[in-house]
T-cell receptor, first 115, second 111 residues
Framework: NAGVTQTPKFQVLKTGQSMTLQCAQD?????MSWYRQDPGMGLRLIHY???????DQGEVPNGYNVSRSTTEDFPLRLLSAAPSQTSVYFC??????????????FGAGSRLTVL | AQRVTQPEKLLSVFKGAPVELKCNYS??????LFWYVQYSRQRLQLLLR??SRESIKGFTADLNKGETSFHLKKPFAQEEDSAMYYC?????????????FGEGTQLTVNP
């Protein structure tokens, strides 16, 4: 049981380049999400998904795309990287519920630098 | 809108001293509150949640709806408590798993 797996762990991009951060979970969790972690700003929600085929925007969605074609995978795409997207990115998943909050399981993080 | 505020970015105490990490929130309904912790070179993980009313690693947190606070407390800090702590809120009626995090408090426990 690997939990939540993120790849790559580190990436350096040039402004304007595109890339995809991969996230996979093997816990059959319905809910998956992407956060970015910046000093002094905590974790901010980028996008989330409550099941395959369903995605929605979080607090800071601009510049990022997501899709959820399977329960297991939730990739995050940067279409045209900008220096403001330099950050540590975390994927997290949980069982889904509208009636009560469930505990998030986090990946190890992906550190992205945009030059 | 829901918001979580952790007023202290850095907190430094000596081993054996009491520690309190502050968390204030704003939410119009009935929230669920959490504390998550990130130890050095480890993944972010749940420390405790208010509905469980439990003590984890000697930490407790009480939800004060009147003051809209959920402060994390430990009577005697240990060096292994040094970590980044995040307070988080989930609002009922939204996706239960969608959490809003505070800015985080870096706790350092000195020997």
């Amino acid at each position: 049981n690997a939990g939540v797996t993120q790849t790559p762990k580190f990436q350096v991009l040039k402004t304007g380049q595109s890339m995809t951060l991969q996230c996979a979970q093997d816990m059959n969790h319905e809910y998956m999400s992407w956060y970015r972690q910046d000093p002094g700003m905590g974790l901010r929600l980028i996008h989330y998904s409550v099941g395959a085929g369903i995605t929605d925007q979080g607090e800071v969605p601009n510049g990022y795309n997501v899709s959820r074609s399977t329960t297991e995978d939730f990739p995050l795409r940067l279409l045209s990287a900008a220096p403001s997207q330099t950050s540590v990115y975390f994927c997290a998943s949980s069982s889904h519920s509208f009636s009560g909050a469930n505990v998030l399981t986090f990946g190890a993080g992906s550190r992205l630098t945009v030059l | 809108a829901q918001r979580v505020t952790q007023p202290e970015k850095l907190l430094s105490v000596f081993k054996g001293a009491p520690v309190e990490l502050k968390c204030n929130y704003s939410y119009s309904g009935s929230p669920e509150l959490f504390w998550y912790v990130q130890y050095s070179r480890q993944r972010l993980q749940l420390l405790l949640r208010h509905i469980s009313r439990e003590s984890i690693k000697g930490f407790t947190a009480d939800l004060n709806k009147g003051e809209t606070s959920f402060h994390l407390k430990k009577p005697f800090a240990q060096e292994e408590d040094s970590a980044m702590y995040y307070c988080a809120l989930s609002g009922r009626g939204t996706s239960g798993s969608r959490l809003t995090f505070g800015e985080g408090t870096q706790l350092t426990v000195n020997p």
